[in-house]
């Protein structure tokens, strides 16, 4: 469940840095709209990705801001692309937040005005910090599908300060592999790019199927820590489980993975 950060708990996330990892490459932000994408090298298998600084000097038309006050990180992955946010993505955002199927583990639905907010405030995240929570396109057809990304809870908990992972998909987009496939970048950031020594991600007890992305990712949960969101009413969705994943068995767990065909 992602919440808007405080400024102050922000302010704990260690901005991007340049990659130093043989993959990483800078990429000058370009015009773009919301149709096909331009062609991009492929990278391999699911959990392959490439990291593309976009450089605070270099105006992003495309974007919903226009220009980056920082390096802004995108991805892409073999299938996906993890960008700034776009003004052609705020309608099927509200729509993925008006479906009673996407939205059944929070406690409502958004109107299309709470999710043109949350649109705008991830947007200024991705721009203030070159990381948050991406916007998530299909890279073939360049339909947007939801977000993937980090983000700091505003609220405390036994397991705050922390920064969490999290996913939100259309439910056309369900059953494809693409939220693992989009959480695997963005644990190359937290772990790779911004230092990070551990990330947590949540929901709740009944949200099955969030459970399953989290444990395919790597992450592990101690039923101890299990906790009542304290942003939520009482209710059967005010039971949260939390999950967790430290970077070293991140990095022990990425030795194993078969690397990407056509890197070395």
């Known amino acids: 469940m992602l919440r808007r950060c405080s400024r102050q ?3 704990q996330v260690q901005t991007g840095l340049p990659s130093s990892r043989p993959r990483a490459q800078v990429r000058r932000a370009t015009k773009a709209s919301c149709g096909k994408r331009p062609h991009v090298a492929q990278s391999g298998r ?6 593309h600084p976009v450089c605070a000097a270099h105006p992003n038309p495309g974007g919903i801001l226009d220009t980056m006050a ?11 692309v993890l960008r700034q946010w776009r003004q052609c993505d705020r309608a099927p955002f509200a729509a993925l937040n008006a479906d009673p199927l996407v939205m059944e583990q929070f406690p409502s ?11 705008s405030r991830c947007a200024a995240q991705l721009e203030r910090d070159g990381h948050g929570l991406w916007a998530v396109e299909i890279r073939t057809s360049g339909e947007f599908i939801g977000f993937v990304g980090l983000a700091v809870p505003s609220w405390e908990a036994a397991f705050t300060p922390c920064t969490e992972i999290g996913w939100r998909l259309a439910r056309q987009a369900w059953g494809h592999g693409y939220a693992s496939e989009a959480a695997n970048a963005a ?3 937290a772990f790779d790019q911004l230092g990070l020594d551990e990330l947590v991600s949540f929901t709740t007890t009944g949200n099955v199927r969030s459970q399953q992305v989290m444990q395919r990712i790597g ?31 991140w990095e022990m767990r990425r030795l ?8 070395a």
């Not at 920082?70 to 073999?78: D, V």
């Not at 639905?109 to 649109?119: E, K």
């Open 70 to 80: 920082t390096c802004l990180i995108e991805h892409a992955t073999s299938r996906l």
């Open 219 to 249: 992450l592990t949960r101690d039923a101890s820590e299990d906790f009542d969101h304290p942003l939520v009413a009482d209710g059967p969705l005010r039971r949260h489980v939390l999950y967790r994943l430290r970077r070293a068995d």
């Open 46 to 51: 699911s959990i392959s990705w490439l990291i």
């Open 9 to 11: 708990q922000r302010s």
């Open 187 to 189: 644990l190359a950031t």
């Open 256 to 263: 194993l993975l078969p690397k990407p065909a056509g890197l």
């Open 109 to 119: 639905l958004l109107s299309p005005d709470q999710s043109d907010a949350m649109v």
